[in-house]
Every structure is written in structure tokens, then in C-alpha cells.
């Protein structure tokens, strides 16, 4: 048996109200969208949505990382996610990078593998009045496949179709597509053609499914597809309203449908982008206690202006401050530095018991020269010691929000409070950690730092 | 093991200090010699040929003696350049008087200069090692803010009180600067708009900050047997201390942003020589080191010039003003006399050497016993210190 054993999925606290695109495009919008934070990208989501589903499982052999918006090429992005989820380093790790079917790849390899962490995560923009920026989701899903899974894998299909429908050039912020029309025509038969292959395949009948999931970049086509199946299928992604969340589409509509499944329920999720792949569940009894993915308790949404998402996206660059380069981490100590800089782990010196953040050679409380343990923090919290508001900060977000955080049961660190605009900060408040970039520097070395952000009472 | 005061004592006995500001026509070699020749024609018109060895103080305008020794023709002497972040003045100050205290030299010279205003940035580059990215990255008044928050909640009182001590240190800096020729802002500034200019970090606006400037400062330092050699009026080292902290405050939660032990510790050490046993009554002026109006604030209790949580009091009643009980930052302060690193320590001393020696003009406090000197470098939890203090007697 092979399924999914855990899965959580990742959303970024910043909202875009399309009427504030409105007003400043012209046209009309209404409702909001979910957008990463000037700090976030793929790799720092993925992070995010990795260790929530790593919570609830076991080791795993091998990492599957989707994104079309990778932070780098050539480097790994995939050895990033596994670093800063404190998985070891014996565990494969790699990138599926550009198209967005690397969401359903990642999801085949991690299944045939067995035992494997599968993260999807993208970032949906594209130029200025875009159905991608108005109808996009930045998101990430992270479903831990394993043998003793909460949804157990019934059958898959595949097909693949050479088309070109989208595409993008690499670097390009704009993605470019062929008229609607021809979408449709191509999509539309390859799903009704994926769910006869896959539910044949099961020994299913289209009434035996109770969750469907029908990810494709292609909304027309998606509605239209829609139309041969019960309504009601559709109830749980439907309910979530995210907008198409790319390369994590799939897995986020996944999650959802988990979400509201019960043991015994089929759960169906079919991707049709340059082709199609469907997956079929049967929901277990270890899935008994209800919502696992982490939205019902997600942070409250915090509005983010057009403005100061398009400067996020690098869309309406502003004059920067008169300030000296960001100065790039230094690769060789980054290196040296992996477990604590990726990985938040600190050392316990076994001396006087006091937490190093971070680890050194020398106790800074009693100076013992050995006996520290590694004791890693990305989930303990802690409360702001004291905080200042930095104007003149090398953050894209002014003011950085600057604290010193004191972690339950000891450590000090100095850090930037992210996801807190606007948020009044106060001695004593709690936080938690989260991986996110402290800095792109000229060289376009990306600044990985663990930060804090507001505490919730489900962390 | 032990601190001590000079066995044999030294004395100050000539020195110079350039004005301080945006010197856009002038580099660190102009800035450098004109310190170090007015420092020698103060001490009777002595020739760079007498001095036996120098000390430079230089952060980020050179590497090495060589960036004195150059600009002056020096050659074929012992030239030392010595950093230690924005307490460089001082400790170039400090280790020629212990070489001269020592025997090992007769006449000896410190020298501080710094040329910043050529960055092209308004704030202070720090040079900073490789690193990994993960050590917090904060400007400077945005480390020094953090004192306010963690003031105020550990003794009860609320921040727009001490925003209003803030207010008056740069309000009483900024006049006490308008009346010295060399400092850099020399206009006072009413307290309203001081009060509402904007934020820079946490509760500090740009008045809150010290200048940043180019200058240089010297002196010339003998054993205070010979200082009549010299000058009439030499001025006399009761003391050198310098504390530099472990550099861990930012990761101990101990530690709670609230005061700067490394200045107390310093200043502890630096009493102990000069046999002060109550410098709250026994100062008759300090220079201290005001980068940012709560570093100043927080300073008066760690030099035991106020209770602890007492010191926001003191400075709303005037007693630091220029006509107060302790007036401090006499000269202006970093605040308007204009911070060039290297250069501060030596300047704070220079204000010593016109005070005690009676040229100090409209700035003059009458009848000085112990003038104290507080320089320091770094931020909350990682930082050094130095104390020296002077007088007109010798130890």
C-alpha cells in the first residue's frame, strides 16, 4: 500500500484586492487573492508547507520539488527545501523546474517512490492586468508519501500532448498564450479521455467519486470540463476559492479535497496542462480526525496595496534609498554554516544549559568548549524581547520591523518580524520562526535567514 | 593581576583638532596633517623629527601607519594604527600614553582622523568580515533604538517621557555645538521641531543621530614630570580604562538593551585610578559618547552621574545642560560637533585640553576638578568602552 501519509499546504499571508487593481488599471475586480510576501519565494513557501506535513510523518527517502518560478537554475532549489526542513542529507532531493506539470510529476515520482516528501509551490504573476496576476494563487502543498497513508493510491494515468497553449520565456515575467478557443478544443477531450483511462483502470464508475479535483492553467477549459461531472464533486475546492496556484495546483486542490473527505470516500485529481495525469485515492481510516492541511487555521490575511506588489514582484521598481550594496552570504560560510543557517539549529551547551543562537565554540554564558547538542528551533516560539522599526534597513519592506526575540526555554536572536506590516509590536509578544530571504544581492545570491513572525495558537 | 593608574603619570601637551564636517575639498592626509601640526605647534613648536612614536586612529580611511607616515614625511619611526570600532580615538590616545608611561619613549604622539563624507552615503559603512547572511542586519540607529522599548518597560516610564529626554539631549547638543567654531552644526534647533521631525528607527529621527563628518584630532603626550617642557598649561591622565564586552548581549537573554555594562565597567575602572570615589559630585564636565540621544540618556546612570531610571529626570531638569550641575557634551557633542570615527575619542579630549586650560570661550566652565571622557564602539550587548580622565593637577 502507498498513499499519502500527511500533507499541509501553505498560504502566504498578503492578500491583493483586485479592485485595487482596478483602480489603478482601469476595469473592474472584485475579490482578493493570495500573494507572496516581499520576503517569499517558491523555495521559502515550499520550506513552509515541507515542514507542517513533516510534522506528522516520518522520514522520507527522497524530495520532489515543482515550481515554474524557481529561485535559481542550476543550483538546486530542491536541496534548499530539504535543508530548511531539517531533512538529512542522505534523502534525494531534486527540481522540477519550468512547467507547470512538474506538479503532477512530482506527485508520480514521490508515489512511485514510496516514500518520498512531494512539495509543489509557485508564485502566479505575469505583467501588469494579467489573467495570471487577477486569477493567480502563490501557494505551496506538501504531501508526505509513505505506506501507511491516510489516502491510499487506487490507480494513475497519464497522457502527453505536444501543444503549445502558454509558455514563457526562462526570465521572463510575462507568460504568453494562444487564443481561448484552441485551449478548450485541445483540454477539454484530454480530461474526458484522462477520467475514463484512470477510473478504468480503478474498476470505478464516475458516480463512485465523491472529491474531484480538476487543476488546469486554462480556466475556460476548466469550466467547460467541469460540465460532465456532478457539481457537487467540485464542493471542497470550490469552497476554498484560491485561483489557480500553478505547479502547486494540483496538490493544493488535493489537500483541499482531503480536507473535507471522510474514510471510504475516492477522491479523484486530474491536471491537464501539455497533457493530463490523474490520480485516485481512497481515503483511509487514519484519516478519522478531520482537516490536516493547515488552512482552516492559517493566519488572518493581511491586505498588501498594488503598489507595493508590483515593487514586490519587481513590476514598479522605486528609487532605492542611498545605501551601500547588499552584501551577498559568502557560499564557503554558508556551507559551513548549513545547520544553523537552513536549518535553525542552535547548540545546548551541556555545560549550563543555555542556548547558543548561534552555535559557537564557546559557551557565551559559562564558556564550556564541549558537550553542546544540537537542538534545532524552527518550532519553538519565543517573545520579543525588545523591537525597533528600521527605515534605513536593506529590506524591500520599509520599515523592517526588527526584533529580539527570547525562545521558550532560552536563546536570544536578533532577527526581522516579517509578515507584521502595519502590526503594533509589543515587549512580550509571542513569534514563531519562518525561512524566508533576507536579501537578493547584486550577484543574485538569495539571502536564506530564518526569521520570526506573529505567533498562532495552532503552531 | 590588577587595573592600575600609571605608575609614572603622563600629561597632554600640545593638541589640535580640525573643524569637523563635510570637508569636500579636503582628504584624510589634508585632515591628518593639519591635526598633527597644530598639535606640535601647540606644544612649543615641536617638529615631527621630535616625536618618538605615534599612534593613528583611523576606521576606515587607511591601513597602517603608513597612512600617517606618508602624508607627514615621516620616516624611520614606530608608527602604529590602531581601530576599535567608534572608540578608536581613544584607544590611539590610550596606548601612546601607556608607551610613554612606560619609558620605552619620551615624547610621543596619538592621532585620529577619518574621511567619511567621500562614501557617497549619509550613515557609516561598516567593514564587514564574509559572512553567511544569518547575523542580523540593522542600521545603527536602529540598533541604538531599542534602548527606548526596553527602558522603558524595565523602570515604568512611559517612552514619550523619554522621547522628551531625547528631545532635550539634542535640543541642549545642538546649542551647546552652535557656540563651538569646529563643530559641525553650529545652529540651535527648537525643541518643537526636533520633536516632530520624522522617524529614522523605532523613536529616533535624524536629530537623534550624530553628525556623520571629517575631521582629525591629535596630541602630544609626554611623562608628566616633563610636561613643563612643553606647555604652562599641560593637561594631566588620571585615568585610562577601556572595557570591551564579550560581544553577547544580542544573544543572551539576559541581557535586556536597557543600559551598556561595558561603560559602567569602564568607567568603574577609570574612578578606581583617579581615586573618584562620587563622580556624580566630583565631575566637573563630561564628554560622552552621544552617537544616539538614548545612548547619552542611558550613559549618565552607567558613569553614576544619575540613579539608574532616575537619569530621564536629570536631563528634564538641566542638570546636564551647559549651565547645569555636570554639563555634558559641552562641545556639541557627537551630535554637532560631527562623528568622524577615529577621530571622536581624541576630540573629546581636545574639549578637556580648551576647558583646562581656560581658552574654552563661551563654552568655559569655571573652576574644572575632573573632566571625563567616554568613547565607545559598537551597539547594545556588543560593545567597548573608554573612559579617560583629566585635570589641570598632577596625579
Known sequence: MVGIESYAVYLPVPRLDRADVARVLGGRGKGTRPVASYDEDATTMGVAAARAALRAADGVDSLWFATTRPAYLEKSNAATVAAASGLAEEVAAYDLSGALRGGAGALRAGLSSGNALVVASDLRYGLPGSADEAAGADAAAALVVGADPIAELIGSASLTSEFLDRWRIPGDVRTRTWEERFGVEAYVPLVERIVDDVLGRCDLKREQVDHLVISTPHARARSTARRGFEQALFAAVDAAGLGYAGAADLAVGLAVALDAASPGDVVLAVSVTDGADAFVFRVTDRHANGPRSGLADAPDAQPVSYGDFLNWRGLLPREPARRPDVKPPVPPASRRSVAWKFGFVAARCGSCGYRNLPPRQVCLRCSATEGFEPEPMVDVPGRIATFTDDWLSESVQLPARVVAVDFDGGGRFECEMTDAVGRELAIGDRVTPTFRLASVAGNGVRNYVWKVRPHLEED | ?395
Open chain 2, 1 to 395: 593581576m590588577g587595573s592600575h593608574a600609571l605608575t609614572t603619570p603622563v600629561a597632554v601637551v600640545g593638541m589640535a583638532c580640525t573643524n569637523f564636517g563635510e570637508h569636500w575639498d579636503r582628504n584624510v592626509d589634508d585632515l591628518l596633517v593639519e591635526a598633527t601640526h597644530g598639535a606640535l605647534g601647540s606644544a612649543g613648536g615641536l617638529g615631527v623629527g621630535d616625536v618618538d612614536a605615534f599612534w593613528l586612529g583611523s576606521m576606515i580611511s587607511g591601513v597602517s601607519g603608513l597612512t600617517l607616515t606618508r602624508p607627514l614625511n615621516i620616516a624611520h619611526k614606530p608608527v602604529t594604527r590602531v581601530e576599535n570600532m567608534c572608540a578608536t580615538g581613544s584607544e590611539a590616545f590610550r596606548n601612546a600614553c601607556f608607551a610613554v608611561s612606560s619609558g620605552a619613549y619620551d615624547v610621543v604622539m596619538a592621532v585620529g582622523g577619518e574621511k567619511l563624507k567621500d562614501a557617497g552615503y549619509s550613515g557609516l559603512e561598516m567593514p564587514s568580515v564574509p559572512n553567511d547572511g544569518t547575523p542580523p542586519v540593522l542600521s545603527a540607529p536602529a540598533m541604538y533604538s531599542m534602548i527606548v522599548p526596553a527602558y522603558a518597560r524595565r523602570y515604568g516610564v512611559p517612552e514619550e517621557r523619554i522621547k522628551e529626554a531625547m528631545t532635550h539631549i539634542a535640543w541642549k547638543n545642538h546649542g551647546n555645538g552652535a557656540r563651538n567654531p569646529r563643530a559641525q552644526f553650529r545652529r540651535e534647533v527648537p525643541k518643537e521641531t526636533i520633536a516632530a521631525a520624522p522617524a529614522l528607527a523605532g523613536r529616533l529621527s535624524v536629530f537623534d543621530c550624530s553628525g556623520v563628518a571629517d575631521g582629525a584630532a591629535a596630541a602630544v603626550i609626554v611623562r608628566a614630570e616633563d610636561a613643563h617642557r612643553y606647555t604652562d598649561s599641560p593637561l594631566y591622565v588620571h585615568a585610562l580604562a577601556l572595557d570591551a564586552g564579550s560581544g553577547t548581549g544580542r544573544n543572551d537573554s539576559d541581557y535586556d538593551y536597557s543600559d551598556l555594562a561595558e561603560a559602567s565597567a569602564s568607567a568603574r575602572t577609570a574612578y578606581a585610578q583617579a581615586g573618584i570615589t562620587d563622580p556624580a559630585t566630583q565631575i566637573s564636565l563630561a564628554e560622552v559618547h552621544d552617537c544616539f540621544t538614548p545612548t547619552e540618556l542611558v550613559l549618565m546612570e552607567e558613569l553614576g552621574f544619575s540613579e539608574r531610571g532616575k537619569a530621564w529626570q536629570d536631563v528634564l531638569s538641566g542638570r546636564y545642560d551647559r549651565d547645569g550641575a555636570l554639563p555634558v557634551n559641552i562641545d556639541g557633542g557627537l551630535k554637532s560637533f560631527g562623528h568622524p570615527i577615529g577621530a571622536s575619542g581624541l576630540r573629546m579630549i581636545y574639549e578637556m585640553w580648551l576647558q583646562f586650560r581656560g581658552e574654552a570661550g563661551e563654552r568655559q566652565v569655571a573652576d574644572p576638578r575632573f573632566g571625563l571622557v567616554q568613547n565607545q564602539g559598537g551597539s547594545p550587548g556588543d560593545l567597548v568602552s573608554a573612559v579617560t580622565i583629566v585635570s589641570d593637577r598632577r596625579p
